[in-house]
C-alpha cells in the first residue's frame, strides 16, 4: 500500500506576503515554528482546523495552500 501525500505551497506564500517567517505564521496560527517548518517539508500533515487557519492567515482558498496525491492505490 502506498503512502498519499499532501503537498503545500506555505513556503511560497510565506514569500509573497511579506516574507513572513515560520515564527510569525506559527504566532498567527497558535502552534509552533517547528510545527511550520514540519508541515513544509512534508514530514506533518495539519488537522483540517490547522490547515484552515493558515489558509486564512493567507486570505487564500484552502485548495490553493494545501493539495492532495492519492497513492497509486487509491485511484
Do not use: C, W
Not at 3 to 32: C, W
Not at 39 to 61: C, D, H, M, N, W
Amino acid at each position: 500500500m502506498s503512502k498519499s501525500q499532501i503537498s503545500t505551497n506555505i513556503r511560497k506564500l510565506r514569500f509573497f506576503h511579506d516574507e513572513m517567517t515560520q515564527k510569525e505564521l506559527a504566532d498567527k496560527v497558535g502552534v509552533t515554528r517547528q510545527t511550520i517548518a514540519a508541515i513544509e517539508k512534508g514530514k506533518y500533515s495539519p488537522s483540517l482546523e490547522l490547515a484552515f487557519r493558515i489558509a486564512l492567515v493567507f486570505k487564500t482558498p484552502l485548495e490553493e495552500v494545501f493539495s492532495y496525491h492519492p497513492a497509486e492505490d487509491e485511484k
